[in-house]
């Protein structure tokens, strides 16, 4: 089944059922529909661009409106709207948007439409009376559904070209990973401009004809009872939230006993974050491993699979290899990058062809850019990034084994190591933190701590600490501007070289 017909038939066949839960209202199936075919025309008469800027909150007006731009047989382009102004009026160019499809909230939020664009406010469409009726455009396997910028951690972002084809076959391996269903409650609060918030959040749900519950903002409470009054099967959420939701003193973990599935993505899980929050409310974080580039899941850890440090096997129909500087094939236990193959994995970037074919090894493999290894199981641990790999005395260190064991100590909300140059070994590694609320900076205990588990050269020669770690909108650590972050402190033990 193609991926709009597979979105439009759960709407056809149980009308009535809800689809969607917001912080404004419930949305059955068939006013989904309803709003989208409005909305297609709305867009018909507003632009002739073949892509369609999308901004708009965590809500059911996405759904609605990803269903009307692929009616028109047009390409999705989501904004980040926590993105700077210049990369926001760039990404319009680049997409060759003409207009964007918003709200008015939105709008004062990033001071104006993006250059070269006009607004399509929502609330100005008309969506009284019947909607016209229209024979959907087929948008077939290989036809571009959307167009995904990645967060731009170095550089101007990328636009990753998912095509129909890309987008359903994750859903599909996805859903028979997890055995999901129609009964399922997915609860969600990552933006629907991220990779996992726009396929697993949005667009599972509405195929499988399941009910998805959104918050526009992460609110730890919000959040707890959201899970309590819907009895949420799925929750899917970064490593940094899973953290923050162990605050709410009043949780007893009994809103948490329908979980299925406490699905962990978009940058590493610490230990100590998994360990913890199984310790608060008795339930194992799933990893799982992807990126935009990937749809974005290419590997996920079962509850029933839990192994510390594992992002699972591979889902179906992908295939990887690790690989090392060579280009060969690493065995079992060994590191190298991680490579992917699969119906996943993406057309390319868009107007980008030197950046696409760079992307891409001799066999069709996608170059992840992250390390790892596999286990006799088959089970994929990431071990770094090969851009952030430190060379020490000769020796390939990656940063979150050291982050790892620096957030160890108590003291220790969330951690961040870079390499700085060293005459004797080449790099050091320097570690800096954000501390937990009224806790005090004790950089020699930290030091002690790592000393626990890491070898002499890996312990962090100096660690600073931050009032907030740099992240990009994603919540991913932006580590090219640590050194130059003004800190609150440093910690050199007397007598060591820096």
């Given at each position: 089944?193609?991926?709009?017909?597979s979105l439009i038939?759960?709407c056809?066949?149980?009308p009535?059922?809800v689809?969607v839960?917001?912080?404004?209202?419930a949305w059955?199936r068939?006013e989904l529909l309803g709003?989208?075919l409005?909305?297609?025309a709305?867009i018909e008469?507003?632009?002739?661009a073949?892509?369609?800027g999308v901004?708009?909150?965590?809500s059911g007006l996405?759904?609605?409106t990803a269903?009307a731009t692929?009616?028109?047989?047009?390409?999705l382009?989501p904004?980040?709207y926590?993105?700077?102004?210049g990369?926001?009026?760039?990404?319009?160019?680049n997409?060759q948007?003409?207009?964007v499809v918003t709200?008015?909230?939105?709008?004062?939020?990033v001071?104006?439409?993006?250059l070269?664009?006009?607004?399509l406010?929502?609330?100005?469409?008309?969506?009284?009376?019947i909607?016209p009726?229209r024979?959907?455009?087929?948008?077939?396997t290989?036809?571009?559904a959307?167009?995904?910028y990645?967060?731009?951690t170095?550089?101007r972002?990328k636009?990753?070209?998912?095509?129909a084809?890309?987008?359903?076959?994750n859903?599909e391996q996805?859903r028979?990973r997890?055995?999901?269903?129609?009964d399922d409650?997915?609860?969600?609060?990552?933006p629907?401009f991220?990779?996992f918030?726009?396929t697993?959040?949005t667009?599972?749900p509405?195929?499988l004809?399941?009910?998805?519950?959104y918050?526009?903002r992460?609110?730890p409470?919000?959040?707890?009872?959201?899970?309590?009054a819907?009895?949420?099967t799925?929750f899917?959420?970064l490593?940094?939230?899973?953290n923050?939701?162990?605050t709410?003193?009043?949780?007893t973990?009994?809103?948490?006993?329908?979980?299925?599935?406490?699905?962990?993505g978009g940058?590493?899980l610490?230990?100590?974050v998994?360990?913890?929050?199984?310790?608060?409310?008795?339930?194992?974080?799933?990893e799982?491993y992807?990126?935009?580039?990937?749809?974005?899941v290419?590997?996920w850890c079962?509850?029933?699979?839990y192994?510390?440090?594992?992002?699972?096997?591979p889902v179906d129909?992908v295939?990887e290899?690790i690989?090392?500087?060579?280009g060969?094939d690493?065995?079992?236990?060994a590191?190298g990058?991680?490579?992917?193959?699969g119906?996943?994995v993406?057309?390319?970037?868009l107007?980008?062809?030197?950046?696409t074919?760079?992307?891409?090894d001799?066999?069709?493999?996608?170059?992840?850019g992250?390390?790892?290894r596999?286990?006799s199981?088959g089970?994929?641990?990431?071990?770094?990034?090969?851009k952030?790999m430190l060379i020490?005395?000769?020796e390939?260190?990656?940063p979150?084994?050291?982050?790892?064991a620096v957030r160890?100590?108590?003291s220790?909300?969330?951690?961040?190591?870079v390499?700085e140059p060293d005459d004797m070994?080449?790099?050091?590694?320097?570690?800096?933190?954000?501390?937990r609320?009224?806790?005090?900076?004790d950089?020699?205990?930290?030091?002690?701590?790592?000393r626990?588990?890491?070898?002499?050269?890996?312990?962090?020669r100096?660690?600073?600490c931050?009032?907030?770690?740099?992240?990009n909108p994603?919540?991913?650590?932006l580590?090219?501007?640590?050194s130059?972050?003004?800190?609150?402190?440093?910690?050199?033990?007397?007598?060591e070289h820096r």
């Amino acid at each position: 089944m193609g991926l709009l017909r597979s979105l439009i038939v759960p709407c056809l066949l149980r009308p009535r059922s809800v689809g969607v839960i917001d912080d404004r209202r419930a949305w059955q199936r068939i006013e989904l529909l309803g709003y989208a075919l409005h909305l297609a025309a709305a867009i018909e008469r507003a632009s002739t661009a073949q892509r369609i800027g999308v901004m708009l909150p965590t809500s059911g007006l996405f759904p609605a409106t990803a269903l009307a731009t692929w009616m028109l047989g047009r390409t999705l382009v989501p904004l980040n709207y926590l993105l700077s102004r210049g990369d926001l009026d760039y990404i319009a160019g680049n997409a060759q948007l003409d207009t964007v499809v918003t709200v008015g909230p939105m709008i004062d939020l990033v001071g104006g439409s993006p250059l070269g664009t006009k607004p399509l406010r929502l609330e100005e469409v008309n969506r009284r009376g019947i909607p016209p009726l229209r024979l959907p455009h087929g948008l077939r396997t290989r036809e571009l559904a959307v167009v995904l910028y990645t967060s731009g951690t170095s550089g101007r972002p990328k636009g990753v070209m998912l095509t129909a084809g890309n987008l359903a076959a994750n859903m599909e391996q996805v859903r028979r990973r997890a055995r999901f269903t129609r009964d399922d409650v997915m609860l969600g609060v990552l933006p629907q401009f991220h990779s996992f918030g726009l396929t697993i959040l949005t667009l599972l749900p509405m195929a499988l004809g399941c009910t998805a519950v959104y918050s526009a903002r992460f609110v730890p409470r919000r959040v707890i009872e959201l899970a309590r009054a819907h009895r949420a099967t799925v929750f899917v959420a970064l490593p940094s939230m899973y953290n923050a939701l162990r605050t709410v003193r009043d949780a007893t973990g009994e809103e948490f006993r329908t979980l299925r599935y406490a699905v962990s993505g978009g940058e590493p899980l610490p230990m100590s974050v998994s360990d913890a929050f199984h310790e608060r409310f008795g339930v194992r974080i799933s990893e799982g491993y992807g990126l935009t580039e990937t749809a974005p899941v290419a590997n996920w850890c079962m509850p029933e699979e839990y192994r510390a440090g594992s992002v699972g096997r591979p889902v179906d129909w992908v295939d990887e290899r690790i690989v090392g500087p060579d280009g060969a094939d690493m065995p079992v236990g060994a590191d190298g990058e991680v490579r992917i193959h699969g119906p996943n994995v993406m057309a390319g970037y868009l107007g980008m062809p030197d950046e696409t074919a760079a992307a891409f090894d001799e066999r069709g493999y996608f170059r992840s850019g992250d390390m790892g290894r596999f286990d006799s199981d088959g089970h994929l641990r990431i071990t770094g990034r090969i851009k952030e790999m430190l060379i020490i005395s000769g020796e390939n260190v990656f940063p979150r084994e050291i982050e790892d064991a620096v957030r160890r100590h108590p003291s220790v909300k969330d951690a961040a190591v870079v390499g700085e140059p060293d005459d004797m070994r080449g790099e050091v590694p320097v570690a800096f933190v954000e501390l937990r609320d009224g806790a005090e900076f004790d950089p020699a205990a930290i030091r002690a701590t790592c000393r626990e588990t890491l070898p002499p050269y890996k312990v962090p020669r100096d660690v600073r600490c931050l009032e907030a770690l740099p992240r990009n909108p994603t919540g991913k650590v932006l580590r090219r501007q640590l050194s130059s972050m003004p800190v609150s402190g440093a910690g050199t033990p007397a007598g060591e070289h820096r």
